[in-house]
């Protein structure tokens, strides 16, 4: 099982990134989870995707993150809009159903 975040970098408040997560696994899934870890925090789940499409967002992201996914490529995608100094964190995706995590990749936002 892989999990491989990218997308993440510097970006000032106020802008955007667009994160992926590519899943490659030998057994068919269901949900897919982003979770984030900022400096000195603990872990914290920011959205949820199911399989049919249907994303449940923390009540910090709504109205500004989106959740979508490309089961044709096996990539679930989070979209990062309006970007807030506290958002910056390492962020993670993973399978809930299975407790299989990825590498993360680090979003930082200059104020």
């Known amino acids: 099982v892989q999990l491989q975040a990218s997308g993440g970098g510097l970006v000032q408040a106020g802008g955007s990134l667009r994160l992926s997560c590519v899943v490659r696994?030998?057994?068919?899934?269901?949900?897919v989870a982003w979770y984030r870890r900022g400096p000195g925090k603990q872990r914290e789940q920011v959205a949820i995707?199911?399989?049919?499409?249907?994303?449940r967002y923390a009540d910090f992201v709504k109205g500004r993150f989106a959740v979508s996914r490309d089961d044709a490529t096996n990539t679930v995608y989070l979209l990062l809009n309006d970007l807030k100094p506290e958002d910056t964190a390492v962020y993670y995706c993973?399978?809930?159903?299975?407790?299989?995590w990825g590498q993360g990749t680090l979003v930082t936002v200059s104020s």
């Open positions: 993973m399978l809930p159903g299975n407790g299989y």
């Open positions: 995707i199911n399989r049919a499409g249907v994303g």
């Open positions: 696994t030998t057994f068919s899934y269901n949900s």
